[in-house]
């Protein structure tokens, strides 16, 4: 289970050593599983609403190759495991053959500030 | 009555043609504003645990020359006015003699989204 | 000469007021006014090639009310006038019915630091 | 080998969800260890200047908890290791007891693209 979500490298995302400033890229991972899960039809915003909130708890990025400005990059985003209560993803950040970066985060589920189950819609998609 | 408050532009500031990218202004805006009011021992998380809310509903910025990474900005903020429900501030960003933009910012004070006077504490700075 | 390009609020975007940062709009001006040159073939990676660099001089916004996480937002940007070296573009962020945020930016070209000509290219659009 | 350097959270900092917005504490990172090479008399700036780049190859970070809105957060950087062209930093992100995130970060010399010796002044830090 694999999506893929295309982004843009504005003037915004770059830094003066002409390349996409290494914090940056954590905004195209949130975007990557943000719609990985739109395109089951679930979005964070209505998990939000139920008093769910889930933090990022760990984020590891290998760096292999900057984009340039104005350069397409496409985010391939896999849901890899599912835990009692965290969701972990996996991440490529491409454009055609190169590879720019490859990423993982785990998120926990909270409610209250206690950790909760993965909800069960989510479960599901594994 | 003017506050002085140093930044050092760091890569995160800076953009691919070597300049601070235009957005990254208005954070040392913020810290600006903020600063100055703490030197006078207010601050605006104390306000906001009363229920206010003043966010900025107006910036304009004239940029004269990019400070470049590394370079210390001085912020110099002045309390230029306050209105019924709101607060006009106007800044210099500046190292010595180079002046790097100019700016002027509104706030308004809210509390449950209405608007509301400015808290006297503030009042009293002009 | 309108362009219309839709962005989605994301995490990033936001700030703890539940409101999207006050800078962060600067980063939908920037896409707005790429997009509208791309939608007439024109690139502003293709311009810098050429050694043209077109900083923003000026902006100014008036904020009337917050999208919200995850709301899509509409960028209109409108090509509003030429001068010899500079160009000025103004946006309207909506949603629907609902007006976000009225903004005007103006960007001077410039070559090796001297402001050159806009280009003709640019200049035909209007 | 110890560094302590002292941030302030900002509005610009902050998420929706009332917390730091996790790619923001990569600009801490940032900060730490430019400061650490800062104390003692290197600057990244300097590097730069003889030609050198040395971009973020790996970051890791463990979240445990968010510091808030005006807290002041102190970046403890550590010079861990010194490789042959690269340098790994970690940190602790701390307010007095409270861990907010601990954190790595590899970065390597380069020279036009090419990979270089960490420069002889760095080796001799460690």
Same mark, same amino acid.
């Given at each position: 289970m694999e999506h893929v979500h295309t982004v843009r490298v504005t003037y915004a995302d770059t830094d003066h050593a002409g390349a996409? +400033? +290494?914090?940056? +890229?954590l905004k195209w991972l949130e975007i990557g599983r943000t719609e990985i899960l739109r395109q089951h039809n679930l979005t964070y915003a209505e998990f939000e609403k139920q008093g769910l909130v889930a933090p990022v708890v760990h984020v590891e990025i290998d760096y292999k190759e900057s984009p340039k400005y104005d350069d397409e990059v496409e985010i391939h985003t896999t849901l890899e495991a599912i835990g009692t209560t965290s969701i972990t993803f996996s991440y490529e950040l491409k454009k055609g053959e190169t590879l720019f970066a490859v990423a993982k985060t785990v998120n926990v589920f909270t409610k209250d500030k206690k950790k909760v189950s993965v909800p069960e819609q989510i479960r599901k998609l594994l």
């Open positions: 996409v +400033y +290494y914090a940056n +890229y």
